[in-house]
């Protein structure tokens, strides 16, 4: 007698991000999906990503096929395109950038913890306000 194991996929989920607060200087809004492994280093892969066109006040851009689990979004609005953001010279961003739960970093990004959201089988939804950097609560 032979056993058959059934093949079962793995549960997968889409998050539908809402970005807010776009300048309307447009550029790229460039966006990533990172784990608790991969974030906050700079030079990791995310999970998932896209770039797109800045076209509006509000973009929204979806993402397909991602294991449920603990995530973090670090996204900003590349005004020139550049594929980087732009810092001034004492390392302060000067593009419009957000984060995952809306943190607001003064000078450093937020940890994991206050960034971190649950990614559930199935459809799912974060909203993000862009922000400009500011030392001032």
């Known amino acids: 007698m032979t056993l058959a194991a059934q093949a079962q996929t793995a549960p997968s989920a889409s ?31 995310p999970v998932a990503s896209a770039d797109v066109k800045a076209t509006g006040a509000e973009m929204v851009v979806t993402l397909h096929g991602i294991p449920p689990g603990r995530y973090a979004i670090e996204t900003f609005q590349d005004l020139n395109s550049d594929g980087e953001m732009d810092m001034t010279w004492l390392g302060f961003p000067e593009e419009r950038f957000g ?19 649950t990614l559930s089988p199935g459809e799912n939804m974060q909203v993000i306000h862009l922000q400009t950097f500011s030392l001032l609560p």
């Open 15 to 45: 998050l539908t991000i809402r970005v807010e607060n776009l300048s309307p200087a447009g550029g790229m809004l460039r966006l990533g999906l990172y784990d608790r492994a991969h974030y906050p280093d700079d030079n990791s892969k």
């Open 99 to 117: 984060f995952s739960r809306d943190a607001h970093p003064r000078l450093k990004k937020p940890s994991f913890a206050q960034v971190a959201f």
